[in-house]
């Protein structure tokens, strides 16, 4: 742009109209406007932010120019004025002036109107949303010091490779600037123009880059693919690998947890999660379950600390455990939204003690998840959707570590029995205690699934049964308790507790009946219709708005008899009830209902978070 000479001559002339009185009083307005950049400038320091004004040739270079375009004349917000193309150094980011050399004419420009409306247009530049001063720089520091919200100005538009951030700082333009490179090298901006692949951390693009490179390098191997170019590959790895893993970090709704992150920047903490977890529990996770899991554990707003420190998730049973009913109705939820598009029990949680080189609670308990996997599976049709996966986890509660050998069979024999039923599986093996391990890794998992007989095995220094099926309370999942022999779990009673909620176990209940295609019948007692408060109505509504039909048995007391003798007199494969929280679940103590599990009740029970 070349300035406009007949400014000047404006400005003198109305400069000779104004009195000197003008002159002086304008120049006080500019010592004020100095002292307020000093001022800003002393707060920006502290707050850790950057004051200068963005330099046009900067920004144009690092962000790839493709373009110009003339908008001609039109007003333009004042605040959205970020930068020059030759003054950078004169004023500050709101325009403020920065040195004494500028007062006479800062002031001349004031004098010649005292509203800066009333002058010429400004030349600027726009770039995204942002705009950059050619000629008018002394106006729109006038404009800014009056409140001035639009001026009017002349506009090129410049096209560039990467956007602008919106009220962008010098240190943003690196990241642009990569985010330029990344999109050169890659033409991704070319070849998926939708797609938005900006991150908020510098230097993590040229990880994309290596994304990139693997997943071109597994195609190449596999003979599926041979990319002849770098665009290529990228094509393959966004459409491949990147954007299943958004797409379902949007379905989820997992960024609004996260408003100082990209799509991008939860794609790569996913990835790298799925290393470190596959690493640290020798088990391979889906990025499914890891969206689905960890950052429901995570919660709103933790990223700085726990996107860092992810192995914290794992490392501390102690928080977990205080979370609690949060975890729990955490986990309804999330299950609720997803139970149309996706398995309910994608990732099973095998658990079995290993002691002196011998299984307690294995067998019972595979033969059990088996099942679930199995049926869990069947619900894809002909979906390219994966199969549900058991977790396996052998603890040994030992001082001493497990004889490698003997380590390497367990595992050999739990993968291969998964293999022989077509469900895949892998097992960890972990020292300590064993409800605490169970709790650590039920955050990456959907159900647990235990042999009665690893309850009652009394490891946990004078803890028995009781005890320990109470601590699995905190897990916050489903827990399965394997009964006498393997079920198919097709013929389902439901057990409701006068004075119990009911929301989990009727949500899991009624799913089994409508996916598994499962026959269901609910067991309530005298108690719930004396509340008057239409409890066993509302379950029929619920069963009715998914169209499952289940009777309705009424006892006069909801005892653990009562549930074992309606269980066998239906030929009930399941029941389905929820944790001990009083002792008013099943029978009337704790101790009742341990006993009901493992001396009485022959079926697997489900107990509901």
Not at 310 to 334: H, I
Not at 392 to 397: F, H, M, N, R, Y
Not at 441 to 457: G, H, M, P
């Amino acid at each position: 742009m070349i300035g406009n000479t007949s400014n000047l001559s404006a400005y003198g002339q109305r400069e000779g109209q104004r009195s000197d009185g003008d002159f002086v009083l304008a120049l006080d307005d500019f010592r004020r406007a100095r002292k307020r950049a000093a001022v800003s400038h002393v707060l920006g320091r502290l707050r850790g932010q950057s004051l200068e004004l963005l330099s046009f040739r900067e920004v144009t270079q690092k962000l790839k120019e493709t373009g110009r375009h003339d908008l001609g004349v039109r007003d333009i917000p004042v605040k959205a004025i970020v930068g020059s193309v030759g003054r950078t150094t004169d004023f500050d980011r709101d325009f403020l002036p920065l040195h004494k050399r500028d007062a006479q004419r800062w002031a001349r420009v004031k004098v010649a109107s005292m509203d800066v409306k009333e002058l010429p247009p400004i030349e600027v530049y726009k770039i995204g949303e942002s705009y950059f001063v050619s000629d008018g720089n002394h106006r729109v520091s006038i404009a800014r010091e009056q409140g001035v919200e639009t001026m009017s100005a002349s506009v090129i538009e410049v096209q560039t490779r990467a956007p602008l951030p919106v009220d962008a700082q010098p240190d943003d333009l690196i990241l642009a600037a990569e985010y330029a490179d990344f999109l050169e090298y890659t033409q991704l901006d070319k070849l998926r123009p939708e797609a938005d692949l900006r991150l908020s951390v510098p230097g993590q693009h040229k990880e994309l880059e290596n994304h990139i490179a693997v997943h071109r390098c597994y195609l190449e191997a596999d003979q599926v693919k041979i990319c002849r170019t770098t665009p290529e590959a990228a094509r393959y790895w966004y459409d491949e690998a990147y954007l299943p893993v958004v797409e379902t970090i949007r379905e989820r709704g997992i960024l609004r947890d996260f408003p100082v992150c990209t799509e991008t920047d939860l794609y790569l903490w996913i990835i790298e999660n799925q290393e470190e977890l596959r690493d640290e529990l020798g088990w391979s996770i889906d990025s499914a379950s890891v969206i689905g899991n960890l950052a429901d554990e995570i919660g709103r707003g933790a990223w700085p600390l726990y996107l860092r420190q992810p192995k914290q998730l794992l490392s501390s049973p102690k928080s977990v455990m205080q979370k609690g009913r949060k975890r729990q109705s955490k986990w309804m939820q999330q299950r609720f939204l997803n139970r149309y598009s996706q398995y309910l029990f994608n990732d099973i949680l095998v658990p079995f003690s290993w002691q002196a080189g011998q299984t307690t609670g294995l067998q019972g308990a595979l033969s059990q998840a088996l099942i679930v996997a199995l049926q869990e599976s069947r619900q894809s049709g002909e979906s390219d959707q994966e199969g549900a996966q058991l977790l396996g986890l052998a603890i040994s509660e030992e001082a001493r570590p497990p004889d490698e050998a003997a380590a390497q069979m367990i595992r050999e024999t739990f993968e291969n029995s998964c293999r022989e039923a077509g469900v895949d599986g892998a097992l960890a093996i972990e020292e300590g205690n064993a409800i605490g391990k169970i709790s650590e890794r039920a955050i990456i998992s959907d159900l647990i699934v235990l042999d009665r007989r690893f309850l009652s095995a009394n490891h946990d220094h004078g803890k028995g049964t009781p005890d320990r099926l109470r601590s699995l309370k905190q897990a916050g999942r489903p827990v399965l308790l394997a009964g006498q022999a393997t079920s198919p779990l097709k013929h389902i009673l439901l057990a409701l507790d006068g004075g119990t909620e009911i929301g989990t176990t009727l949500f899991l209940a009624t799913y089994l009946a409508e996916r598994w295609g499962s026959q269901l019948i609910v067991l309530s007692d005298r108690k719930r219709e004396r509340n008057g408060d239409g409890q066993n109505d509302r379950v029929q509504q619920y069963l009715t708005l998914h169209e499952v039909e289940a009777p309705l048995l009424i006892a006069d007391e909801l005892k653990a008899s009562v549930i074992v003798e309606t269980a066998d007199a239906q030929k009930c494969d399941l029941i389905v009830s929820n944790w001990p929280a009083t002792g008013r679940i099943i029978g009337r103590t704790p101790s009742e209902l341990i006993e009901l599990l493992i001396d009485i009740c022959q079926q697997p029970v489900l107990i509901c978070p």
